[in-house]
């Protein structure tokens, strides 16, 4: 953004067109997944990403906007397809952990960012951390192609149209008129996208908040949002391995709504205090407001009919990233308007609320 000629909060921006990519594809993409099957499609969304990397290290202006769709578009195959991958592979009485670790792997990769392309970035340059990164991606994507043949992933006719299918309005109600076919997908939606308006905002500026706040270094900010990913990774585990013995996922993810909430509000008033105070109210925000996905994501796969697995889980993590676009915009303005302060108290009260009508409505 500064090698732009931007405010630093300008990367709200990139943020949430990224999760406009992410929403196209949960939106319209049902017909790609069925057509190609699960692996394949993540395949080429994984390609879709480099493009996007390719379109980001071109000098800041409408193509490296529409880079950032791309890495969204690419980025938005992994909940569907992950939950068709694991339904049909995971124990049931497993299914909540197996599906938290797999939902661990994405705070694992942002803690693994902080901590190398924060430093290699400033050592050697943007371009060419952008094309280290592209270099993952391409041997990620080379990693997983003889598993296409070990799950023996199975491909639909029906998904012929796929193409066509990414530009009609008819395809994105069908997704969302999934969300109809249990009681609980309504009110597990809305919790998900409270959520997801809290960690968009999280993952997009903590950062730049430390930074601008307390004079931290770059690679020092990103050693802190390395840490907070890794809470999430520890509680994705730890969190999913105790809602399958809780049982009521709801009221689970109602409480950790509230205990998140709290957390973020220790981070901004007591985070100044020391670095080991920074990187330990950090820590326990990852390990509450970003741990919750694996939970949610596994609850909505076993209320859904077999049949809509995908579409339910793409209707409600469309919802989730909506927010996703909504969160680092209302947030600039807010940062405008009141500081950050202001901003992540905003956010930690809807978290909270939500997390109190998920408590009571659970136990009515």
Request: proline share 4%; hydrophobic share 55%.
């Amino acid at each position: 953004m500064e090698g732009a000629g931007l405010t630093s909060e300008s990367i709200g921006a990139v943020s949430a067109l990224s999760a406009v990519g992410i929403c196209w594809f949960l939106a319209s993409g049902g017909p790609m997944l069925s057509y190609f099957g699960p692996i394949r499609t993540l395949q080429i969304g994984m390609a879709c990403m480099m493009l996007g990397l390719l379109a980001l290290s071109l000098p800041l202006g409408v193509i490296g906007l529409v880079g950032a769709i791309a890495i969204g578009f690419g980025n938005g195959p992994n909940t569907p397809a992950g939950s068709l991958i694991l339904m049909r592979a995971a124990p049931p009485r497993h299914r909540t952990l197996i599906f938290s670790i797999k939902q661990a792997g994405v705070p694992l990769g942002g803690a693994l960012a902080g901590l190398v392309s924060a430093p290699f970035a400033v050592q050697h340059g943007v371009l060419p951390t952008l094309a280290m990164l592209g270099a993952v991606l391409m041997a990620c994507c080379l990693a997983v192609q003889p598993l296409r043949a070990t799950l023996a992933e199975e491909r639909q006719e029906d998904g012929r149209g796929w193409a066509r299918a990414m530009f009609q309005p008819n395809e994105v109600m069908r997704c969302i008129a999934a969300l109809r076919s249990h009681p609980s997908l309504p009110m597990l939606t809305a919790v998900g996208a409270s959520y997801s308006l809290m960690q968009a905002c999280l993952t997009a500026f903590t950062a730049t908040f430390i930074y601008t706040r307390h004079g931290l270094s770059l690679t020092e900010a990103g050693q802190v949002v390395a840490a907070m990913l890794l809470g999430s990774m520890c509680g994705r585990v730890v969190l999913g391995w105790l809602a399958d013995r809780v049982g009521n996922a709801l009221r689970h993810l109602g409480g950790q709504a509230i205990l998140s909430a709290l957390s973020v509000v220790m981070l901004v008033e007591i985070g100044g205090n020391s670095l080991a105070v920074l990187y330990a109210c950090a820590s326990v925000v990852g390990f509450t407001g970003i741990g919750w996905n694996g939970i949610h994501i596994a609850e909505l796969a076993r209320v859904a009919p077999d049949a809509l697995v995908s579409r339910v889980t793409s209707a409600s993590s469309l919802f989730g990233f909506g927010a996703s676009v909504c969160g680092p915009l209302i947030f600039m303005v807010l940062v405008v308007v009141g500081g950050y302060d202001i901003a992540f108290f905003a956010m930690s009260a809807q978290l909270a609320c939500f997390g109190i009508i998920c408590v009571l409505v659970r136990q009515r």
